[in-house]
Nanobody, 115 residues
Framework: RLVESGGGLAQPGGSLKLSCTAS????????MGWYRQAPGKQRELVAG???????DYGDSVKGRFTISRDNAENTVYLQMNNLKPEDTAVYYC???????????WGQGTQVTVSS
């Protein structure tokens, strides 16, 4: 239901872009965004877009990451700039959809920031 792309290896200060496309019956989309989980740490919100367009960012990425969406394609993008080693994690796309608030997770994509 969720197809992720992007990720990989970047140097500190570099950039990467992630994308996530939702397929199937996902109407309405209540929330769509990204979480991440580093080894030994809890999964945390990176960024997400509410149904009304309101955007939430995790404190550690504010000013560096930008989330956007293409409603026609049911796709969200995460532009990650000025990457830091502490951004290294598996990034998961998350979707909350439908009147009952169903949840879906992507398979995860690895982001590694290292020189």
């Amino acid at each position: 239901r969720l197809v992720e792309s992007g990720g990989g290896l970047a140097q500190p200060g570099g950039s990467l872009k992630l994308s996530c496309t939702a397929s199937g019956s996902t109407s309405p989309i209540n929330f769509m965004g990204w979480y991440r989980q580093a080894p030994g740490k809890q999964r945390e919100l990176v960024a997400g877009i509410q149904r009304d367009g309101r955007i939430d960012y995790g404190d550690s990425v504010k000013g560096r990451f930008t989330i956007s969406r293409d409603n026609a394609e049911n796709t969200v993008y995460l532009q990650m700039n000025n990457l830091k080693p502490e951004d290294t994690a598996v990034y998961y796309c998350y979707l909350n959809w439908g009147p009952a608030g169903s949840n879906s997770w992507g398979q995860g994509t690895q982001v590694t920031v290292s020189s």
